[in-house]
């Protein structure tokens, strides 16, 4: 399935839900939306959520790779990974590793309620992004 990209306006974040079976190439493309939809936009901060991804695919030679990418999110605005299960968990942390200099912003959370208490959010407002292709 596709990830789903929504924008809480209240609270000025982005939020990239992932489902199903994730691979390099679904993970390389949500990036290149993501990017699209921060360039067209001002600054805000971002939650990637891996909690509903059942199989996941992506080798460390991608995370290297997207690892290596410009940041989509500025300086100064916090991005936060939501990652349950250990295996992700571990891959999350090797790329906050990898990007400490890039992304000093970066955090690693298992939970949501986690990324919430880190971005000051008590009632996220989030609503469907249609515009990006």
Same mark, same amino acid.
């Given at each position: 399935?596709?990830?789903?990209?929504?924008?809480?306006?209240?609270?000025?974040?982005?939020?990239?839900?992932?489902?199903?079976?994730?691979?390099?190439?679904?993970?390389?493309?949500?990036?290149?939306?993501?990017?699209?939809?921060?360039?067209?936009?001002?600054?805000?901060?971002?939650?990637?959520?891996?909690?509903?991804?059942?199989?996941? $695919? &992506? /080798?460390?030679? !991608?995370? =290297?790779? *997207?690892?290596?990418?410009?940041?989509?999110?500025?300086?100064?605005?916090?991005?936060?990974?939501?990652?349950?299960?250990?295996?992700?968990?571990?891959?999350?942390?090797?790329?906050?590793?990898?990007?400490?200099?890039?992304?000093?912003?970066?955090?690693?959370?298992?939970?949501?309620?986690?990324?919430?208490?880190?971005? $000051? &959010? /008590?009632?996220? !407002?989030? =609503?469907? *992004?249609?515009?990006?292709?």
């Amino acid at each position: 399935m596709a990830p789903v990209m929504e924008f809480d306006t209240k609270n000025n974040i982005l939020r990239g839900t992932l489902d199903g079976r994730m691979t390099g190439a679904i993970l390389l493309d949500f990036y290149a939306r993501a990017a699209k939809y921060m360039a067209s936009r001002p600054p805000c901060h971002g939650i990637l959520c891996f909690s509903k991804v059942t199989d996941f $695919e &992506v /080798s460390t030679a !991608e995370i =290297h790779q *997207v690892a290596s990418f410009p940041p989509e999110f500025p300086a100064g605005y916090m991005r936060v990974l939501v990652t349950p299960r250990d295996f992700i968990y571990g891959l999350a942390r090797m790329f906050q590793i990898l990007t400490q200099q890039t992304r000093p912003e970066l955090q690693v959370v298992r939970t949501m309620e986690e990324a919430y208490r880190l971005l $000051e &959010v /008590s009632s996220p !407002e989030f =609503h469907p *992004v249609d515009d990006i292709e």
